[in-house]
Nanobody
Framework: QVQLVESGGGLVQAGGSLRLSCTASGRILSNAAMGWFRQAPGKEREFVAGIHRSIASPRYADSVKGRVTISRDNAKNTVYLQMNSLKPEDTAVYYC??????????????????WGQGTQVTVSS
């Protein structure tokens, strides 16, 4: 059974940085497109960034483009989300997701079949 475990969340001041990690059990990461999503209180879960299974160019939501970088280390079964220049509106629970069928990391949460438990990111103003 695949498990995804996120870490690296916390409290940071506006303008600061955080790096989130998502470690998977098994070898799912090397055969999956991976995505990061977030959900703020009272809002729907939204796509943040995705990295495709075998295509180099990742994709980002317009709201984070230029401030966020997604990367993967298949040898460590880990996907990272480096977030810089954080804003209060980035405050949310961040979720890692894996899509075991299909090559592309899409912004549609329903394309993903494995999810982590989430890690809280809070950005103070």
């Amino acid at each position: 059974q695949v498990q995804l475990v996120e870490s690296g969340g916390g409290l940071v001041q506006a303008g600061g940085s955080l790096r989130l990690s998502c470690t998977a059990s098994g070898r799912i990461l090397s055969n999956a497109a991976m995505g990061w999503f977030r959900q703020a209180p009272g809002k729907e879960r939204e796509f943040v960034a995705g990295i495709h299974r075998s295509i180099a160019s990742p994709r980002y939501a317009d709201s984070v483009k230029g401030r966020v970088t997604i990367s993967r280390d298949n040898a460590k079964n880990t996907v990272y989300l480096q977030m810089n220049s954080l804003k209060p509106e980035d405050t949310a629970v961040y979720y890692c997701a894996a899509r075991s069928s299909g090559n592309l990391a899409t912004p549609n949460m329903y394309d993903y079949n494995y999810w982590g438990q989430g890690t809280q990111v809070t950005v103070s103003s």
